[in-house]
T-cell receptor, first 110, second 114 residues
Framework: AQSVTQLDSQVPVFEEAPVELRCNYS??????LFWYVQYPNQGLQLLLK??????LVKGINGFEAEFNKSQTSFHLRKPSVHISDTAEYFC????????FGTGTRLKVLA | NAGVTQTPKFRVLKTGQSMTLLCAQD?????MYWYRQDPGMGLRLIHY???????AKGEVPDGYNVSRLKKQNFLLGLESAAPSQTSVYFC?????????????FGPGTRLTVT
């Protein structure tokens, strides 16, 4: 069965520090991967996506992710976080139907 | 454009009551989805629709029904609510062309069943 694993349920980090949110996926022939962000009491919005091509994908708000086929990973990174990045982040895999990971709560501390 | 809207935003039901959640999108998207979000479980797909008049089951369809009579609307029904259906419900829509698989989400409906 297809799966997406986000091992870290919560990640606290100080403001201006770097952060990495981990995502591993089950391998398949075609791999389309996404990161979504959910701010408190809001719906999800797309941060970035990998469909093909360059393995380093840049998204909104300074986030980027690297597709690693051999390690079946798609980790999300930001070199310097802000308080406003406090949110829940979801990794997803699929095309017209997604499988979501369980989410990682990023808490940025002052 | 309003994007994806959901009605109502909050609702409290007693066990056994019924209700309908309405999702509307103004982006002319073909595909629409209903998810539920529970702590520690991420988003799970309840039902989805690939076009007007068509619906299909997702990962957790039991206890829910849906209808897509108009392209812009997708309704989620609970015929006899149970406490296990306490959750936050999200609607999403997409126009899944090759290379474009982004889903657009509504703000959610928080449902409590007592």
């Amino acid at each position: 069965a297809q799966s997406v694993t986000q091992l870290d349920s919560q990640v606290p980090v100080f403001e201006e520090a770097p952060v990495e949110l981990r995502c591993n996926y089950s391998s398949s022939v075609s791999v389309y991967l996404f990161w979504y962000v959910q701010y408190p009491n809001q719906g999800l919005q797309l941060l970035l996506k990998y469909l093909s091509g360059s393995t380093l994908v840049k998204g909104i708000n300074g986030f980027e992710a690297e597709f690693n086929k051999s390690q079946t990973s798609f980790h999300l990174r930001k070199p310097s976080v802000h308080i406003s990045d406090t949110a829940e982040y979801f990794c997803a895999k699929g095309t017209y139907k997604y499988i979501f990971g369980t989410g990682t709560r990023l808490k940025v501390l002052a | 454009n309003a994007g994806v809207t959901q009605t109502p935003k909050f609702r409290v039901l007693k066990t056994g009551q019924s209700m309908t959640l309405l999702c509307a999108q103004d982006m002319n998207h073909e595909y629409m989805y209903w998810y539920r979000q529970d702590p520690g479980m991420g988003l799970r797909l309840i039902h989805y629709s690939v076009g007007e008049g068509t619906t299909a089951k997702g990962e957790v369809p039991d206890g829910y029904n849906v209808s897509r009579l108009k392209k812009q609307n997708f309704l989620l029904g609970l015929e006899s609510a149970a406490p296990s259906q306490t959750s936050v419900y999200f609607c999403a829509s997409s126009f899944p062309d090759v290379g474009v698989y982004e889903q657009y989400f509504g703000p959610g409906t928080r449902l409590t069943v007592t």
